[in-house]
């Protein structure tokens, strides 16, 4: 027996013999065959095995045995399974695997005869589609067809697996969705939703809950598919059972969340209320693996973002609030992201809820670990959960001044950070820009009136807007040399940009942040003294441009305002005649301030 196993053991070090890759290049079936299940074994469980012989060149040798149709079958079989073992290696082999135009040619072996043929290509496939992350629409309607033709309900549990899962990797697009409802997938994965075996259902939900994402028409099409006379979110609900495997109640819950998310169900249906919050609520606690309570938290975080019913039911649901932040204690970035999120959720409304999370213990100390964290994905959903706390007033006046949360939310700003991120974080900075806010003078004394000029100069809208939305709340009800210093970092060319931006959002918020400059009373002289000209000519550029009347009511009222002192012969020449309806409009004057 020893001697038998000689072979195998000289082969693991690949780099001292060529003897079994030049077996390999062999004109005999049984010497080439023996190589490559010799190669197959050596590489399984190794990246630096698979290393080695991809190195040597072996890849294009096993595309060509296995698309000739000349070669024995064993031998084309076993070439795919060793590509399908390739192809479970690092990025550097599968991008490798993909130039090579492997995924095509599997789709073509389709065609073949011989099951245990297809059955290892759509094996090497399913690998493929699991690692490939960059391609799009790379299944044609035809192919597509194909594909859902070996998950039938004569086809084995296998090929069933398979196809659930290449399907559920292929659905990164609109097109890539409404392309497989188109060929009918809806009702092909409803049938296997009632096949007896977790290793085909779990991919199924995870086809049926990226099918629906984000896609209401492929959601509403999901939704009213019926199987037996029972519709898919019956059969999911059923999924979704404490008694079923934890893995399975994640998929099914993720898919009825996406469901109800795409409208294709209310937030008030019982099957969202009472069956998925509960489940994914329970699967946050403490005694699930962390993996699964980070999946548990991340679905609930987008179940609860927007209906303030579902945000009330799962802040005292079980203890979630205490299980989330026992969640942030984890190592794993997925599970404090996720907590993060789930808190950014459910404070988005309602301020008892809000409070409810801000007084659970060392929570605080969480968020400020995740501002000034390394990881720039933790960063972004910590900033985004102080952005939904930061909506409370009272937390404002207290706790978030008591921690200075400010400080590791410029720094933020300040150091490069990727669009999202400095969207989030000028997000929340808006809001602790709020009159009320502690917060407001010492970030003036740091700077913040130039780092919010310059966002107000971004390409992107969203970041003009929190820019001018920032500086509109600080000019509320501020000191003259605050306004003076924002009217001067802007200048007045930046100013007239603003005011001409096509995103009517930025324009508003401009008109607010030049109504807050102007009033009240004892600065609308001074302001109009010093910077008038520049103001009135902005505001008639708004008036007398093609702007919605909400847009133009805004303008007047700062006109309105400006009249109080004694720039009316610029008024005059201008030829713009103030109606008896101002005295009218004057009384919604009145500056302010916006959360955001």
Avoid at 122 to 128: E, G, K, M, S, V
Avoid at 317 to 322: F, I
Avoid at 365 to 387: F, P, S, T, W, Y
Avoid at 560 to 569: A, E, K, R, Y
Wanted: with cysteine; charged share 20%; hydrophobic share 40%.
């Amino acid at each position: 027996m020893l001697s038998e196993m000689q072979p195998f053991t000289a082969f693991m070090n690949v780099e001292n013999t060529r003897s079994y890759i030049d077996d390999l290049y062999s004109s005999d079936p049984e010497r080439c065959l023996s190589s490559i299940i010799c190669i197959k074994n050596s590489v399984i469980g190794s990246n630096r095995q698979k290393e080695s012989v991809i190195a040597q060149g072996i890849v294009p040798r096993l595309i060509q045995l296995l698309k000739d149709d000349n070669v024995k079958t064993n031998v084309r079989i076993e070439a795919a399974v060793t590509l399908g073992s390739l192809a479970k290696g690092t990025e550097d082999h599968i991008e490798l695997l993909l130039k090579s135009g492997i995924i095509q040619m599997l789709l073509d072996l389709l065609d073949e005869e011989d099951p245990k043929l297809v059955d290892a290509c759509l094996c090497c496939l399913r690998t493929l589609s699991q690692q490939d992350s960059s391609s799009l629409n790379k299944y044609s309607l035809k192919r597509l067809k194909k594909l859902l033709s070996f998950a039938g309900p004569k086809e084995s549990t296998q090929r069933q697996a398979c196809i659930a899962t290449i399907l559920g990797a292929a659905c990164k697009s609109v097109t890539e969705q409404n392309n497989l409802c188109q060929v009918g997938a809806p009702a092909v994965l409803a049938s296997l939703l009632a096949v007896k075996c977790s290793a085909v259902r779990i991919p199924v939900l995870t086809c049926l809950a990226a099918m629906c994402y984000n896609n209401p028409s492929v959601a509403s099409e999901i939704a009213n598919t019926e199987y037996k006379d029972t519709k898919v979110p019956f059969h999911l609900s059923t999924l979704i059972c404490r008694y079923r495997q934890i893995e399975m109640q994640l998929e099914a819950a993720r898919c009825l969340t996406n469901l109800y998310r795409s409208g294709a169900l209310c937030a008030s249906d019982s099957i969202i209320t009472y069956r998925t919050l509960p489940c994914l609520v329970r699967l946050c606690q403490v005694e699930n693996l962390e993996q699964h309570r980070a999946a548990a938290a991340e679905t609930l975080a987008y179940l609860t973002e927007v209906d303030i019913d579902l945000q009330k039911i799962a802040s005292i649901s079980n203890q979630l609030v205490s299980a989330l932040v026992d969640l942030l204690n984890c190592q794993s970035v997925s599970a404090r992201q996720a907590a993060f999120r789930t808190f950014a959720s459910l404070g988005a409304n309602d301020e008892d809820i809000r409070k409810r999370i801000i007084d659970t213990k060392c929570l605080m100390e969480k968020v400020m670990e995740g501002l000034e964290d390394q990881n720039k994905e933790i960063n972004l959903a910590a900033v985004r959960c102080l952005h939904s706390l930061s909506r409370s007033v009272q937390q404002l006046r207290t706790t978030f001044q008591d921690h200075s949360v400010w400080r590791p939310l410029m720094t933020i700003i300040l150091g490069s950070p990727s669009t999202e991120l400095l969207t989030a974080a000028s997000s929340a900075l808006c809001n602790l820009l709020l009159e009320f806010s502690p917060a407001k003078e010492p970030m003036v004394q740091q700077g913040v009136v130039n780092l919010l000029a310059k966002l107000t100069s971004k390409p992107e809208p969203s970041l003009r807007l929190n820019g001018v939305w920032a500086l509109m709340n600080l000019a509320f009800q501020a000191e003259q040399r605050v306004k003076s210093q924002i009217l001067n970092s802007l200048g007045t060319d930046q100013i007239f940009r603003l005011l001409a931006d096509p995103d009517t959002r930025v324009l508003m918020k401009t008109l607010g942040l030049l109504r807050n400059l102007v009033s009240p009373r004892p600065h609308t002289d001074t302001m109009m003294a010093l910077h008038g000209v520049q103001i009135m000519q902005g505001v008639v550029l708004v008036l007398e441009g093609p702007h919605a009347p909400e847009i133009k009511e805004q303008a007047l009222c700062i006109l309105v305002l400006s009249t109080l002192c004694l720039f009316d012969p610029y008024l005059l020449i201008r030829n713009i005649k103030m109606s008896s309806g101002a005295e009218l409009i004057l009384s919604s004057c009145r500056g302010r301030s916006e959360q955001c």
